[in-house]
């Protein structure tokens, strides 16, 4: 099949890369000029594990392109998928759709021949209407269907996510479009997949539902930490005797700072405006929005508390990307944790393996260091807000050995509480007896 990928961001490399790695052409497409001589001289824009390798690999294989050029490469294609970005708008929190229906209109013109025009980007219910209606008024006799075709890729994991996926949504009602869609994903037939064929609102909705839901079941563990702290008991046994009801399941039960980055907060807040034009008002997910946002300021607070106040102090954070493997600084819970110990008078020194170029412009009057152990030297206290692999085996006599007061808040609960004490750091984490 031939495969144009509108937006070479995040979603439309990893998905054109993987569609080119079983074998279809693909076209990758991004108005951004600079990124596109960037992506032919190899240099990938983000951090995702395997991706360089991924892109390489087809590139030389000749099945994998960059142009800058959308018109040649959507009317050669079978399948033009719209993976743009839909930032939050500024002030009332509605998906920012404008670059969507940009990539609308700009396909349109381009249309030769029947042509299924795929929605990836996480867009709101009846997007995939509009975005028909455009291509419609800009050339009324163009073949085409338009088809809604959520992506569930985690950032740090994608390309597996791409590759195993537990389910694949197809919203569509036509059936040329579904053999198209069918046959973009054949190579998965061998994981035994399923594809969901739905309609195209089905689809929109199904992936706002299941994004909210897991921000729901983490904000629900969340919360329940919140308790055990009080009453003693430990959240991480609470979490597994709950999973392993295979009703709730055990993932995403990990209590922790907060949910954050590119996909959570957004989606959470559109689901919210969509359902609250809608007349049908969803206060749960409402409620969940609400509980994360205090609940990243609540740590920095949870952070003063173990310390005693941080006045003059000097508080050392690792891990500063909204989870580990990416250099994601989106609504990551240490923004709201360095301001507010910063608001309260400490000097922040922090240290993370990918992130700190994105996240020096983010957090200004933060020192940064080269690597844990110095990050750590002379600190009052040692915070983990994110738990990349390499934080857990620090060597913590080392830490305790070079900072002035042993006090470690973990926030991921990398560390047994016992193990820590072991090394005479007084220690805190979440949800675990104290
Ligand atoms: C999320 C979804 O997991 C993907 O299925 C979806 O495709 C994607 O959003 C999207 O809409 O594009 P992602 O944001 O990359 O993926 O990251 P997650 O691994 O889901 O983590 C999100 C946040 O939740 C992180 O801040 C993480 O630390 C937090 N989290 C996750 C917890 O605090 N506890 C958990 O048990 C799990």
Redesign the pocket.
Known sequence: MNITMVGSGY?GLVSGACLADFGHRVVCVDSNRDRIEALKAGAIPIYEPELDALVAENVRQGRLSFVADLEAAVAEADAVFIAVGTPSRRGDGFADLSFVYQAARSIARALTRFTVVVTKS?VPVGTGDEVERIIREIQPDAEFAVVSN?????????IS?FKRPDRIVVGTEDPRAEAVMREVYRPLYLNQAPILVTSRRTAELT?YA??AF??A??TF??EMADLCEQVGADVQQVARGMGLDNRIGG??????????????PK?TLALVKTAQDAGVPLRLVETVVAVNDQRKRGMARKVIRACGGVRGKTVAVLGLT??PN?D?MR???ALAIVAGLQDAGATVRAYDPEGMDQARPLLPGVDFAPNPYACAEGADALVIV??WNAFRALDLARLRATMRAPILVDL?NVYRPEDARLHGFAYTSVGRPA
């Not at 959520?150 to 994608?158: V, Y």
């Open positions: 979603v996480t959520p992506e569930f890729l985690r950032e740090g994991a994608a996510d992936k299941a994004n897991l921000a079941k983490i563990i969340n993932k995403f039960l990990h209590a922790g700072p907060g949910y954050g980055g590119s996909c959570f989606d909204f989870k990416t994601d609504d990551a819970p994110t738990e991921r």
